[in-house]
């Protein structure tokens, strides 16, 4: 029988939209559904964000019963009211790092010091890194201890350009995510716009949007019965 794995999953702590006025922040779906999946299989949750404490969440929906579930469970709750700073994880405790998505991602993640030592050092540990829709925003990043990006190379996905244009977006969001992930010499694998794609290339699993949460969950649960 396999030990219970641990998996932190990570959220942006970003409220604001760029200049549009409108709010931001993680999106719930992203990360109640991965949740439920990792519940299931028998892991632990943790949460974490960039600065700890309550995040910014957005896409709330109560009548999405596994929503409800996730904000009503006991322990869940306590953890989402106070979740774990990101430079205060020690990744020697975690089996998986999951980075939730919404638009927050774009703006915090991205050369964030501690959200990329959490990746190297969980990677590097024979862990697994996997990231959902804009969440990959956090291995942008990322750099192994060789030097090289961690996505160099590897196949994957996340919120591809033609979503984020369908969403008026464009010209909102600090960089063009799908392009960055190339830049970095990753292979990006798009699906038709929103509709459910996740990839795994090793011990990185991603997936492109939020459509693709619960398909990336099971992933990563694949990901890590084999790691």
Known sequence: MSRTKTVLIVLTSHAELGDTGRATGYYMPEVAHPWQVFSQAGHRV????????????????????????????????????????????????YDAVFFAGGHGTMWDFPGNPALAALARDVYE???VVAALCHGPAALVGVRLSDGRPLVEGKRLTGFSN?????????????FA???????????????????????????????????????TAVATVRALASA
Do not use: I, Y
């Not at 579930?69 to 774990?84: G, I, N, R, V």
């Not at 033609?162 to 600090?174: D, K, N, Q, R, S």
């Open 46 to 93: 943790d949460l974490a964000s960039v600065r700890g404490g309550r995040p910014p969440a957005s896409g709330v929906d109560m009548d999405d019963r596994v929503q409800k579930a996730f904000l009503e469970d006991p322990e869940m709750s306590a953890k989402l009211a106070d979740t774990l700073r990101a430079e205060d994880v020690d990744p020697a405790g």
């Open 125 to 127: 540990a024979g862990g």
């Open 162 to 174: 033609a979503e984020e244009a369908a969403m008026g977006l464009t010209g909102v969001v600090p």
């Open 177 to 215: 995510l799908q392009t960055a992930l190339e830049e970095l010499g990753g292979k990006h694998e798009s699906a038709p716009e929103f509709t459910a794609h996740a990839v795994t290339d090793g011990r990185l699993v991603t997936g492109q949007n939020p459509a693709s949460a619960t398909d």
